[in-house]
């Protein structure tokens, strides 16, 4: 009996995915003949818009993180990472890891909402070099190689090497990496107190964006509002500005308007410029472009009926503008809620309705007790902004006891000095993406 | 005149050298003449009292360590590894990194407390394939560890197989294995709520000890209640047994009594069965005994004046007894305090005192709201001792933020569900320990 289950499979467990499983799992509460599963590579959501302040210290790693069997009790979680998606015969599987067999599912219906992963656009220098700023182990990492920088420059006498190690090179003045160079140019000037030989004047924090203007997203006003209150804050932006290069030591850069060249010495380049759907998305059979799936009105995947996608892996097209909403996590949400709720028109043999969406507005922390919104049409900024920002994500946290150590942080962080403590760890090595062992078995 | 300058260089930020450079510091507070100088690999001091907790949650990671350099402000701080230390031209070398060079100190007096590490008795496939409990990061491995068991048990159909993911071995029935058996084994019982397919029967938690019975340094009755209470908790322990082997799969062991061999199916043994003193200290030209320094009455090293030793990498007999102390923290810092002392009086050219040391008492947790203290020749057991333990060790957490989150932390985990969040991160490479630089170059 238990195989005449009914399969619908969401791959991805970020806003997409899991707001997609709860929505299903709400609605098919009473369908016994329905399995909902999801598949995710961590086993826990992350609270991405806070990742900037793992990065600074000012909030504990695991506090912007909920466990996804915590949110979805009644959905079948399997924690791997997808390997070949087969929307001919209705099956996805997942890699194995020596310790463990990889293992095939099937499927009746399919969400993909796999998401996305840090874009350097060919330069593979930059790849080996740069940090991202898209995990939370990326997060944990930024922060652990700041203090790594401290300590080093703490003991140089070189001025110039001392300089460089205290240069910290953000690149993109997007969202990730305006935010990332107000908490860390914070935590950096907070820091210094405990570091005897370092002066103001040798820290450094650096953001280079390719376009006319940072935060392309928000209206002039607050996007030159932000702009003037890092500078004043000391953070250097250089707009018009590519990286075309980054060897350890040091960062090339074109200007855009004159092509002149320049450099830039650092050993800390934290890259926010692009991110780009994953492999396993890329080199399915699914329509795409530029990466991402191609999907119809009710979120369907281009040609087969009953495979939705959603999020940053999906392209959806504003039929407004004609071109593509830019991927957040409130768009990633609207479509699970819409690809929910067609799926279950679909299974109940009902007609799904076409996906309509129109942005709530948006809020970034910019700095120490400074903000800026845009809600309603409304341009809020400052301290007023910061405390909405505070006042939105915090409601939006789906778990009580995440909720109340978020706020404990907070209030730590208002009354006590920052933590620099490094730890020594790094990211796990991910699993292969192309096995080698048939070319080993030639070997032999 | 910077130049002649006194140098006392510490090395080891744990118990033993940031008591010690504590003392240093207030003590010459006055002394313009001298600098204090202290190295660690780690730039925070480590709680290792609470390390059980942080491998199962109940405290946050950066909740059990303090910055140093928040410790003692006066102190000049290396963060670095020791690579040499040439007590005849009196200089101390750390080893470098591809990004930062090495360096050498030079020393007038010199204090050496630079720990242990995890001693497998030569035993390669153990040292390869076991999880250690020495360091912060080896707690948070721990955690992720005990975490991707439970994912891949709940989705592992053989029951078998599911029964040998969920056995976790840990070696040892000190202080260390059992806190952790203890700790690890409330904290399964916790999360299988949300592994649906796994049941209470497919947890196995088991200690292996070689001797007769667990806690050898306690009271033999508080050692009895202790292994009562864990037995009845579900925890399996096998006295006079020893440990020969783990592939990864299989531990191999022996029983002591009988000499029969026998086999446990495991993914994960914790090995907690002994330390060793670093190969810096071993390698030295220093006299030793088991890898320890032999020091005399005032805590010096046998044959060079000026020069201490204290804690886990000292050799310190109980003239009582004429056996060496166990290596505690307690120990480490009583040993600190003496050669602080004894170092001022070197200085100042009056006379050095003897240590003479009698243990205050001790204590441990051995599961939820179960402890056993023994203290003033009193054995207190149960929820007394456990209240007793968060008491004291809160109090000598020295820094009040830290002392707010853990605090925090306990609240929490009364209040709250376990996170099962599983961070996918390993421990940085340390830096290699002989450099094959030689050997390549004649490659060319």
């Given amino acids: 009996m238990v ?14 995915g899991v707001e997609c499983a709860k929505h299903l799992q709400k609605k098919l509460s009473k369908s016994t003949d329905i399995e909902i599963i999801l598949v995710s590579e961590d086993n826990f959501l992350l609270f991405t818009p806070m990742l900037p302040q793992v990065a600074s210290g000012t909030v504990q790693t695991r506090n912007i993180v909920i466990p996804i069997r915590t949110i979805i009790k009644k959905v079948t979680f399997y924690e791997g990472r997808v390997r070949h998606i087969d929307p001919v015969t209705r099956q996805v599987s997942l890699w194995g890891t020596p310790e463990k067999p990889g293992i095939t599912l099937e499927y009746d219906y399919l969400v993909v909402a796999l998401g996305s992963e840090t874009n350097f656009f060919g330069m593979n220098d930059l ?5 991202r700023m898209k995990t939370l182990n990326d997060a944990v990492i930024v922060r652990n190689r700041i203090i790594d920088m401290l300590e080093q420059a703490n003991n140089e006498p070189d001025p110039d090497t001392r300089k460089s190690l205290l240069t910290i090179v953000i690149v993109g003045g997007g969202f990730a990496g305006i935010e990332t160079a107000g908490e860390l140019n914070d935590f950096l000037n907070d820091a210094i107190k405990y570091y005897p030989k370092i002066i103001m ?6 953001v280079l964006e390719a376009l006319p203007s940072i935060l392309p997203g928000f209206s002039p006003k607050l996007a030159e509002f932000t702009q003037n209150q890092m500078i004043q804050r000391g953070i250097e932006i250089n707009l018009r500005t590519a990286v075309t290069g980054f060897d350890g030591n040091i960062v090339t850069t074109k200007n855009l308007d004159d092509q002149t060249t320049d450099i830039l010495h650092t050993k800390t380049v934290i890259w926010t410029a692009g991110v ?3 492999n396993t998305v890329k080199r399915s059979i699914f329509k795409t472009e530029k990466g991402k799936i191609i999907i119809n009105e009710y979120l369907e995947a281009d040609g087969y009926k009953g495979v939705f996608a959603a999020g940053d892996c999906a392209l959806c097209i504003d039929t407004s503008t004609q071109k593509p909403f830019p991927p957040t996590a409130q768009l990633a949400e609207a479509q699970a809620k819409r690809i929910a709720a067609n799926l279950y028109s679909l299974i109940k043999n009902n007609s799904m309705e076409k996906f309509t969406y129109a942005p709530r507005g948006q809020m970034a922390v910019i700095g120490k007790r400074t903000g800026i919104v845009s809600i309603f049409g409304l341009n809020i900024r400052g301290m007023m902004a910061w405390l909405l920002w505070r ?3 915090l409601k939006k946290m789906p778990s009580m006891s995440k909720r109340a ?17 490094r730890l020594k760890i790094m990211r796990a090595n991910p699993i292969k993406e192309y096995e080698t062992l048939q070319v080993l078995d030639d070997f032999w």
């Fill in 201 to 206: 004047n040798d820290i450094s924090v650096k």
């Fill in 405 to 421: 150590r978020l706020l404990m942080d907070w209030f730590q962080d208002a009354l006590f000095d920052r933590d620099i403590s």
């Fill in 127 to 131: 790849e080996n070099n740069a940090f």
């Fill in 391 to 393: 006042n939105v994500y």
């Fill in 3 to 16: 195989d005449m289950k009914k399969k619908i499979i969401i791959l991805g467990g970020g806003f997409a």
């Fill in 276 to 278: 780009t759907p994953t």
